[in-house]
């Protein structure tokens, strides 16, 4: 399976275009990279190669914030799968490690600024660990909060509901 060329289709947005590269795959009739003896058609093929890679670490995906009412947030991470977590907390600072996991992308190791939403969250960040990823949530006043890490379609994602006390 090789890409043999890629195309654009731009979509108007407002004031803005969004341009999207869409892959155009060829698959080689005489041997593909899945072997031609494992598949009897096409379609076999295309299922096979849509399947996740098997692998015991999952990836953190990027990290997000909502407002939840007064003083209310919830912060929350998408993920490639589900993984097993620990938490701990401090008067103002939450660290939840999220075990056998990886941040591929450097830019996702910023921290997320929401000091200026009214809610108890300062701020919250991902950074790598060895093989585990920690989500730092920095809180302006001590709060409660609840976690819990949720399948959802082909990852999981992990909700941090946070409240004023």
């Not at 909060?145 to 399948?151: G, H, P, V």
């Amino acid at each position: 399976m090789s890409i043999i060329s890629s195309f654009v289709r731009a979509l108007p947005l407002g004031l803005g275009v969004l341009s999207i590269a869409f892959p155009v795959y060829a698959i080689n009739d005489t041997q593909s990279q899945l072997g031609a003896s494992r598949h009897d058609s096409l379609a076999d093929a295309i299922t096979e190669l849509g399947k996740k890679p098997s692998s015991d670490v999952e990836t953190a995906t990027w990290v997000g914030f909502r407002q939840t009412g007064a003083k209310g947030a919830l912060v929350y991470v998408q993920l490639t799968g589900t993984v097993p977590m620990s938490s701990a907390k401090t008067d103002k600072r939450i660290v939840i490690t999220l075990s056998n996991t990886k941040i591929e992308v450097k830019n996702n190791q910023n921290p997320l600024l929401a000091a200026h939403f009214d809610s108890v969250v300062q701020s919250a960040r991902m950074t790598q660990t060895g093989q585990d990823v920690q989500l730092e949530i920095l809180l302006k006043e001590n709060a409660s909060y609840t976690s819990q890490l949720i399948e959802e379609g082909p990852g999981a994602v992990l909700y941090v509901q946070l409240t004023g006390n």
